[in-house]
Nanobody, 125 residues
Framework: QVQLVESGGGLVQAGGSLRLSCAASGGAFSSYVVGWFRQAPGKEREFVAGISRWGGGTTYYADSVKGRFTISRDNAKNTVYLQMNALKPEDTAVYYC?????????????????WGPGTQVTVSS
């Protein structure tokens, strides 16, 4: 069973960048699809980006972040990254990484069985 821990959140000005990391332990990490989700206060958790298992050759993004965020994985380090550029105040949320032991990237949170505790990202205007 895999355990996930996010890091890299913080406070940044609009237009700035952050790189989030999702470190995994306890399982065959390369065999998991990994997704990034976010949840702002008073809102539902939403899909941000996902990456396929093994080599991570397939990625998928929410329209709201397409062209600004990039998801990648380094299986040797058991880590998935979310590079976030051109950040906007509406990107402010707690960001979660999630693991799915199936072959396809899913966009619904209930399709992921493993979750990290989250990391706060705050973008000031």
């Amino acid at each position: 069973q895999v355990q996930l821990v996010e890091s890299g959140g913080g406070l940044v000005q609009a237009g700035g960048s952050l790189r989030l990391s999702c470190a995994a332990s306890g399982g065959a990490f390369s065999s998991y699809v990994v997704g990034w989700f976010r949840q702002a206060p008073g809102k539902e958790r939403e899909f941000v980006a996902g990456i396929s298992r093994w080599g991570g050759g397939t990625t998928y993004y929410a329209d709201s972040v397409k062209g600004r965020f990039t998801i990648s994985r380094d299986n040797a380090k058991n880590t998935v990254y979310l590079q976030m550029n051109a950040l906007k105040p509406e990107d402010t949320a707690v960001y979660y990484c999630a693991g799915r032991f199936l072959s396809t990237i899913a966009t619904r949170s209930n399709e992921y069985g493993y979750w990290g505790p989250g990391t706060q990202v705050t973008v000031s205007s």
